[in-house]
């Protein structure tokens, strides 16, 4: 079944480490794309990607970095955790005619920085 | 001005009426408009995409695009306590990316 991915779904972690937040769909779609949602509050376009090797900041300042080594997956590295990185991160894919822009989204990850 | 403006809520309707959410935008470029609802801790589901003026429905959703005012709603007919929920608008240009509202959080009261 075409979906998308994300691990962990939550994750409690102390200052200072390294994570990577995972995002992989099998939906055969080129953009991907990262969001970073407080609760109640707007989403936020933090990253994204039109394909392998592409990569682009969003609207939203953010110390994460993204890789695209395969199409089917696109995950969020954050060097070194911060309280103020907690967030809920949602990974988005869209495919198809540019026009249609229809994004899809996975179910989240709720990261909580200690 | 926002980019997509959504009308500000909470929005509360009894059970079995209709709920009228409302969104405009900017970009007279602007080429897909798409309705997402959100529950609380949960991520944007898409449930309706409309590309070209007029009505689209599908099920008890109905969405309006009016292009010239740079409008576009969405109805829901006799709308359930299940469809209490975030409803988001997201609009799409040139870019291949989209634009999101604030929200508009709909409370259905049995």
């Known amino acids: 079944e075409a979906d998308i991915y994300q691990t962990p779904r939550y994750l409690v972690i102390g200052t200072g480490k390294k994570i990577t937040l995972e995002c992989s769909q099998t939906?055969?779609?080129?953009?991907m794309y990262w969001y970073q949602q407080d609760p109640g509050m707007e989403l936020h376009l933090i990253h994204y990607?039109?394909?392998?090797?592409?990569?682009e900041k969003g609207d939203l300042s953010s110390e994460s970095t993204v890789s695209r080594i395969r199409t089917e997956h696109f995950p969020l590295t954050l060097e070194s955790a911060r309280p103020s990185h907690t967030s809920q991160y949602l990974c988005?894919?869209?495919?198809?005619?540019?026009?249609?822009?229809?994004?899809?989204f996975g179910p989240g990850t709720r990261l909580t920085v200690l | 001005q926002k980019e997509v403006e959504q009308n500000s809520g909470p929005l509360s309707v009894p059970e079995g009426a209709i709920a009228s959410l409302n969104c405009t935008y900017s970009?007279?470029?602007?080429?897909?408009f798409f309705w997402y609802r959100q529950y609380s801790g949960k991520s944007p589901e898409l449930i309706m995409s409309?590309?070209?003026?007029g009505d689209k429905e599908d099920g008890r959703f109905t969405a309006q695009l009016n292009k010239a005012s740079q409008y576009v709603s969405l109805l829901i007919r006799d709308s359930q306590p299940s469809d209490s929920a975030t409803y988001l608008c997201?609009?799409?240009?040139?870019?291949?990316?989209?634009?999101f509202g604030s929200g508009t959080q709909l409370t259905v009261l049995p």
């Open positions: 939906m055969g779609h080129d953009k």
């Open positions: 988005a894919s869209s495919g198809g005619q540019e026009i249609l822009n229809e994004q899809f």
């Open positions: 970009d007279r470029g602007s080429q897909s």
């Open positions: 409309i590309y070209s003026n």
């Open positions: 997201a609009v799409g240009g040139s870019a291949r990316q989209l634009t």
């Open positions: 990607s039109y394909g392998v090797n592409s990569t």
